[in-house]
């Protein structure tokens, strides 16, 4: 059960004795679903965001009903759900047929749901279980066991992206510029506002940037009003992601902006209601597997693959003055830069290896 995570592509690449092993079963927000018999009904349940809790509540039904005939009729050899929230809704789908699973953990589901009492009851269910649950840092590991989840049941691992369209020679597009990228969705845990203000700073220094908005989601217009606050509009150009992230279309769209991009910068915090990243932010890393430099915050889980001045920059969390500060450090220090980037994007190619890291999955299914 995939929440957002195409498995079916990861699964073309395997043998066919590995395909064979395991049955995915996409859920809200997928891009790609599976071939099932109902397409107009699965397209109903895949409908990205319900707009209220009615067609949510409908959604959800609809989703479980689908999810018991596909069981029933496909027998799967074992389950996986991609994120906690799903798998602690459905969980007894796959208890009751005592069909193994495995869980893959990170971001929302293991910070913000944690907060919420009706979620960590819910989770509970994962300490009374015989599953497996992926995770993508030690801290989150360490999340897993305060809900007294086995710690042999947990395993840390680099999550399967397909970093293929990013290894092409980077086309640099110069500019009398400094041209800045932001990726990811318009919420408060990514640091726009600290980013925003860090520009507002640089322009009052005389230092001229341009800064890409690269992302998606209902906070768009709040963020474009703080834009226009601070005086810094003309500095930015806003790139919406919802129709090629639904179309499967975004690295395309994330590699051309790459070549127009001297740095990404990707400040995040823990937000007001404790959401973080809770592991690497993929973005940051196929900006550097495209030999992109990135600055980012000391969040949890971006040691794996950035170390401070060697394959990456950090600032301080929620310090507009020092992310302002280090930007000016890059402009300034070109050749530097260009070294950290060429490091980062060494480190990542090899950690984020598509079939090694496909192959560890395969491990743990095995091991189910």
């Known amino acids: 059960m995939d929440s957002g995570l195409n498995i079916d592509d990861l699964l073309e690449q395997a043998p066919l004795n590995q395909r064979a092993v395991v049955r995915v079963l996409i859920g809200q927000g997928a891009t790609k679903p599976m071939d099932l018999r109902n397409l107009h009904a699965i397209k109903t349940v895949l409908s990205p965001f319900p707009t209220n809790l009615i067609s949510r509540l409908i959604s959800k039904f609809r989703f479980k009903l689908m999810l018991k005939q596909e069981m029933k009729s496909f027998k799967p050899n074992l389950v996986f759900f991609h994120f906690g929230q799903t798998a602690a809704s459905y969980l007894k789908l796959a208890q009751n047929k005592r069909i193994p699973f495995i869980v893959a ?17 819910k989770y509970k269910k994962f300490a009374k279980s015989n599953g497996r649950f992926l995770v993508l840092a030690e801290n989150v590991k360490l999340r897993l066991i305060e809900l007294k989840v086995l710690e042999s049941n947990i395993k840390v691992y680099n999550y399967p992206i397909d970093i293929s369209p990013y290894l092409t020679e980077k086309y640099v597009q110069r500019s009398d510029l400094f041209r800045l990228t932001i990726p990811g969705r318009l919420v408060e845990k ?18 001229p940037v341009h800064l890409n908005v690269v992302g998606y989601g209902g906070n768009a217009e709040y963020y474009q009003r703080l834009a226009s606050e601070l005086g810094i509009n003309d500095e930015i150009t806003w790139i919406d992601t919802t129709d090629a992230t639904i179309q499967g279309s975004f690295d395309q769209l994330y590699r051309a902006v790459l070549d127009e991009t001297d740095l990404v910068v990707l400040p995040c915090i823990t937000s007001s209601q404790g ?10 890393c196929l900006a550097q597997a495209s030999g992109t430099p990135v600055l980012t915050t ?11 001045g060697i394959t990456g920059l950090l600032t301080a969390e929620s310090d507009s003055i020092a992310l302002a500060n280090k930007i000016e450090w ?27 890291n496909i192959d560890a999955i395969y491990k743990v299914i095995a091991e189910s």
């Open 298 to 308: 000391p969040f949890e889980g971006h040691e794996i693959s950035i170390t401070d």
């Open 105 to 121: 953990i990170y971001g929302h589901d293991i910070s913000v749901a944690l907060n919420q009492i009706r979620w960590r009851l």
């Open 330 to 356: 890059a402009i300034e220090n070109p050749a530097e830069l260009g070294v950290i980037a060429k490091a980062g994007e060494f480190l990542v190619r090899d950690l984020f290896n598509l079939e090694a």
């Open 275 to 284: 959401d973080n990243e809770a592991g690497p932010a993929l973005v940051l």
């Open 190 to 207: 990514k640091g726009h506002i600290f980013l925003f203000q860090a520009i507002e700073m640089l322009k009052e220094r005389n230092i």
